[in-house]
């Protein structure tokens, strides 16, 4: 997701109170930044943060770390927590690249990945977010019995993804290539903005988890 640049964005989430400010400072200390042992799980590439907020009040019992790149885009989930408070939300503007950085071994209980962008040519497959690249990282940073979440609509992504979670050495615990009309699956779906926007132009939703065994 790109917006046009806003001014002062970036001095926004520097002074704002749902913005991590330095956040390589809190690896490996996430549970007393929080201040209690609920698990926490992130959201990489969050956009603008209607399925993280959604699924933060449904569980005040996790704690949650939106992750987006661009400023212009993190202000908006931004505006949307001001509005409505809740305090197992925190957000962090950095680059998923540098997640070993930030969290330490094991202290994530889930990842989240919703319409990561696809990255269509060969040369930049290792800048998916489902190559095997990133699940190298995601062991690092991933609790024993962590889980990995993936939804697009982009059938070529899925495709790879499926496929890197073997190279990887990953468990595909489950997937639907058709998630909306499969109602088992679809109960407790909470949609994202990508989700809303690709599934009414007729595009089914793909989603897998996987983990280690
Ligand atoms: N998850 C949202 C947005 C999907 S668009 C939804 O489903 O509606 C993908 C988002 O991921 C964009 O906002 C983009 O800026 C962000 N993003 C892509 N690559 C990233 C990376 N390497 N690190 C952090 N954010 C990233």
New binding site residues.
Partial sequence: ??LRNIPGSREAIASSQWCVQEPELQKGRWRSFFGNDNPIQI?????????LLELAKRNPDVNYLG????SS?LLRALQKIEEEPLPNVRFIR????SLCDVFGEGEIAKI??????PWPKDRHAK?R?TSRQFFLRYDIILAENGTVEF?TDNKDLFAFSLEEIKEAGWDLDDFTWDLHHDDARNAKNIT??????FSSMGNPICKLTASRS
């Fill in positions: 997701m790109r959201e990489i590439g969050m956009g603008k943060g209607k399925f992750i987006e790149k661009y885009v950095m680059e998923a690249e989240y990945l919703n319409f990561s962008d800048r977010l939804k994202t903005e990508y989700e809303e926007r």
